[in-house]
């Protein structure tokens, strides 16, 4: 009889968490095979440690610790690590000044948002307000306040695209764009 590695309560949390994890793990990288790499390294240390891994109360913070940990070992395994003293940057690279450009079509967008996704953009993103601030004061949960943010900024990214022509390069950075009708 063959022996199943897999765990239900491994698989759960990997359905739950793998997207979320992979999009941190390529913030890290730049790069989607070296993330896809780090992530499989990541499903291996949870079946590896399924017994421990299925008394845990937080599945979703023992993955992202464990993704972190293996990124940090991959660098150190590579030796990648760059002194930023070494470094010969130009004073502005044109990665740079797309987003910094990018503001005059965030804010030009804002405006045609639905008000609720304006509202929660404008204060959280730009003013800086705490999720738990913002929360408390328009009578939200934390968790509710922060759906109602991921999906206010999936809604303004897809108007960005459009309206601005937003491009990215390899890495899924920001390429260059147009800037909206009436921007500076």
């Not at 399924?50 to 937080?58: K, N, P, S």
Request: aromatic content about 8%; some cysteine; proline content about 4%.
């Amino acid at each position: 009889m063959a022996h199943n590695t897999k765990a239900p309560c491994i698989e759960d949390a990997w359905q739950a968490h793998h997207q979320e994890l992979r999009y941190f793990l390529l913030k890290y990288c730049g790069d989607r095979d070296a993330a896809d790499e780090l992530l499989q390294r990541v499903y291996a240390k949870a079946l590896a440690d399924r017994a421990t891994f299925c008394q845990l109360a937080t599945p979703k913070a023992w993955l992202f610790k464990v993704a972190k940990h293996q990124w940090i070992d991959e660098k150190r395994r590579t030796k990648t690590w760059v002194d930023a003293d070494d470094l010969d940057l130009p004073a502005e690279t044109s990665s740079h000044s797309a987003i910094d450009s990018l503001a005059d079509c965030i804010a030009n967008a804002l405006p045609y948002c639905p008000p609720e996704d304006a509202d929660i953009l404008f204060e959280c993103d730009l003013n800086g307000v705490k999720q738990a601030d913002y929360a408390h004061l328009n009578g939200l949960t934390l968790p509710a306040t922060k759906a109602r943010l991921r999906r206010a900024r999936m809604r303004l990214r897809e108007r960005l695209i459009e309206q601005c022509q937003i491009t990215f390069d390899e890495q899924g950075r920001v390429c260059c764009h147009r800037a909206l009708p009436g921007a500076k």
